[in-house]
Each structure stands twice: as C-alpha cells, then as structure tokens.
T-cell receptor
Framework: KNEVEQSPQNLTAQEGEFITINCSYS?????LHWLQQHPGGGIVSLFM???GKKKHGRLIATINIQEKHSSLHITASHPRDSAVYIC????????????FGQGTRLTINP | DAGVIQSPRHEVTEMGQEVTLRCKPI?????LFWYRQTMMRGLELLIY????????DSGMPEDRFSAKMPNASFSTLKIQPSEPRDSAVYFC????????????FGPGTRLTVL
C-alpha cells in the first residue's frame, strides 16, 4: 500500500462547482505539501501545512494530523483550475524524506 | 528574482553518453531539490541539499546518477552512462527551509535517451 493516497484519481466538474481533493497518509509527517502541475508541465507549490488550515484566494487546504488526512478545496472552480494536483508529505524518518501521492487530474468544463 | 533556472530545457542524447543537468536556485534559498517525473512512477525526489550539503540521496536510482552543489548558486545532476530508461523530466526546486517551506520549481529539463 502506498504511504500517500489521493482520491479521486480523476475528477471532471462544471465551472462554478466546489471541488474537494483528498490526501491520506500512513506515516508520521512534519509537513504536507500541495502542488499544482498545469498541462504545460510547470509545477507550482500551492500550500505547505503542518497543522490547521490555509487559504489563498479560492483555494483552501486543511490538515487533520490525528486522522492523517488533508483536503484541498477549490471554490467557484474555473477552467483554468484544470491541472494535476499532487499531495506530498515530509516523512519523519531520520533525514526527512518527501513522499508523493499519485496525483489527481482535475478537469473543469466551461 | 528570475526564479529557479534550469538548463538545458531539452536534451536528446544517445545511450551511453554522459548527461549533465544544471540548476540555479533562487538567491537566498538554503535548500535545493532534484526531482524526476515519469508517466510510470510520477514525481520522485532524487536528492536534496541543505546549505550545499547533501541531506538525503536515497532517491538516487543508481550509481550512474550523481549530484553536486559546489556553491549556493549552482547544482548539477549527472548521469553517466545514460540509458533509455532515464528518459524523463527532471525538475530542480529550491526553498528557504528544506521540506518545511514552500518550494519553488524550475521549468524542468526534458531528457530523451535514445
């Protein structure tokens, strides 16, 4: 079983819908990252979380350390949000390691 | 700031040749990361440096791969000899505080080994 699991793997929605992408992990972590990769290939860091909740524009990320779970929410989704969203955890294991989820491909239709 | 700079952006080479990928991190960032992305394996962390010192190289696939960071503004990832299975996009990223801070990614180098 992968140490980081994302769901769903693929998500298609209509413009304006509220989007939730989930990330569950099975290891002790010091931080969790959400990344966005656009169709052109560029990668952008959206959030780095170690507890609680962060908000940036229409994006909200939450983490529950006890439940080993994080969610990424997009409000009022737009076609430009179409991308692959990747969860990665900084695993506590001696020197810290970064372990990635398999990504969620989001498509927002106009 | 220009962001993280990688070169070359594309590299096509023949099996057995040496390949060197280059990265210039954002000025003031103390940590530098090398990633590889393939369709089969997704995004993988190969190695990262903190203050020019390699911290974790457990992701480096084989002895054919080596990475150096001679100073705070430059790093190389070398593959010698290259093999077709090394074909991938290689990303470099930098941050102020290792894995506990936002990472800024370069545009990537698309490597094709024939």
């Amino acid at each position: 079983k992968n140490e980081v699991e994302q769901s769903p793997q693929n998500l298609t929605a209509q413009e304006g819908e509220f989007i939730t992408i989930n990330c569950s992990y099975s290891v002790g972590i010091s931080a969790l990252h959400w990344l966005q990769q656009h169709p052109g290939g560029g990668i952008v860091s959206l959030f780095m979380l170690s507890s609680g909740k962060k908000k940036h524009g229409r994006l909200i990320a939450t983490i529950n350390i006890q439940e080993k779970h994080s969610s990424l929410h997009i409000t009022a989704s737009h076609p430009r949000d179409s991308a692959v969203y990747i969860c990665a955890v900084a695993k506590i294991q001696g020197a810290q390691k970064l372990v990635f989820g398999q990504g969620t491909r989001l498509t927002i239709n106009p | 700031d220009a962001g993280v700079i990688q070169s070359p952006r594309h590299e096509v080479t023949e099996m057995g040749q040496e390949v060197t990928l280059r990265c210039k991190p954002i000025s003031g960032h103390n940590s530098l990361f090398w990633y590889r992305q393939t369709m089969m394996r997704g995004l993988e962390l190969l190695i990262y440096f903190n203050n020019n010192v390699p911290i974790d190289d457990s992701g480096m696939p084989e002895d054919r791969f080596s990475a150096k960071m001679p100073n705070a503004s430059f790093s190389t990832l070398k593959i010698q000899p290259s093999e077709p299975r090394d074909s991938a996009v290689y990303f470099c990223a930098s941050s102020r505080l290792a894995l506990l801070d936002e990472q800024f990614f370069g545009p990537g180098t698309r490597l094709t080994v024939l």
